[in-house]
């Protein structure tokens, strides 16, 4: 299996000097897109880029001043896609001043008319955007958002299955308008820390990007393993655009909810945000399985977007037969073997005192004892290019 890695938008353009980088980012309703993307524009012209942020749904409130805050989906799918419509016009019209520009918009939408599109596929096409980016954060967080701007009429089941539809629909956008690799999924996160990362896919089109795996749920309770886990993830960030599954990581909610439900609680509270957030333990019960099917589906999709995955395997503390093992985890054995079968250059950071096995040093390019070693490798091998002189797209 042969997967196709992202394209950045100076890799794309025959004549990158007369062709405007144009991005478009969709997502579901409850990700606060805006806030998210007005700090990757800022982040992105401290690189020395400058995006125009375009928010689709401000523009259409702007032209239906009749329709309350929060309430345009209430609108007759008719007048919807007029309002859409005429935005699109205004918005092409702009692009043609030759502006970079980010588009925040969705690919499609879940609601009381049920599901329908966003977009338009001649609008869409006119546009011709160099880079298709969809936003996903957890569950609980998007219900939080929701609810706080008072949308209640939903499940975590419909904002599970919307995200995925949406995903879906934004990634046969990109392949239908501009072919395979022009599409990327990027967790929203914690912080601004994903905001910079969106901000260096697009503004630091030099740097490689690079997917991390690491065991999780196997070293929660080591301190040691944790901090060492995250000077990995700093280290390597410093020098590629990283896809990091932790910043999607929904386990949580199941460890939440099979507690509550053994000790018969029939809800369970989460501080989202600042907020005390309610959700009944059956409802999170009912997501179980979509949350681990979505966690399979997405990281394979980071790392076929990714031109490498490199993963960081610590050592666990001896146990009581006074043994060290490797505390690898199912899941990253297989996230190295899809990334060796999908034709990635895949790295390997081993901190165990024990050799590794073949499984390991068959599907790695190159194994390393530390992160700094690697950090070496890369530095020396011009896996880190200087940054280009003039103009990023130039």
Known sequence: MLAICLQRPHEASQAPEQQPVRVVVTGQVGLDKKDFLQRAVAAAEQMGRRYRLFNVGDRMY??????????????????????????????????????????????????????FYAFDYDQMKALNADLYVTLVDNVDRVHARLVRDGHTEHTLKDLMVWREEEILATELLANLVRGHGRFCVLARGNGDSSARTLARLIAAS?????????????????????????????????????????????????????????????????????????????????ILGDIDGQIYARDFKLIDQSELTIAFIPQLPAGPDGHARPAISSGVERELQHAHEAAKEVFVIWRPQAEPSPFITQTANRVFRSTDEAVRFFLTNNYVPPPPSGRLFE
Request: charged content about 25%; glycine content about 6%; overall charge negative.
């Open 62 to 115: 702007a032209e239906a001043p009749d329709v309350p805050p929060g309430r345009i989906l209430e609108l007759p799918p008719s007048r919807l896609n007029a309002l859409r419509r005429s935005v699109f016009k205004d918005l092409l019209a702009e692009a043609s001043a030759g502006d970079d520009i980010v588009v925040n918009t969705h690919a499609t939408f879940r609601w009381r008319h049920g599901l």
């Open 206 to 286: 030099h740097l490689k990007t690079a997917y991390l795996s690491y065991p999780m749920s196997h070293v929660a309770h080591h301190g040691q393993l944790l901090a060492e886990i995250e000077h990995f993830r700093g280290q390597v960030k410093r020098h590629f655009v990283c896809f990091d599954p932790a910043d999607l990581d929904e386990k949580y909610l199941a460890r939440e909810a099979l507690g509550a439900a053994e000790q018969g609680r029939r809800f369970l509270t989460r501080n989202i945000d600042g907020a005390e957030v309610t959700f009944e333990t059956a409802e999170v019960l009912g």
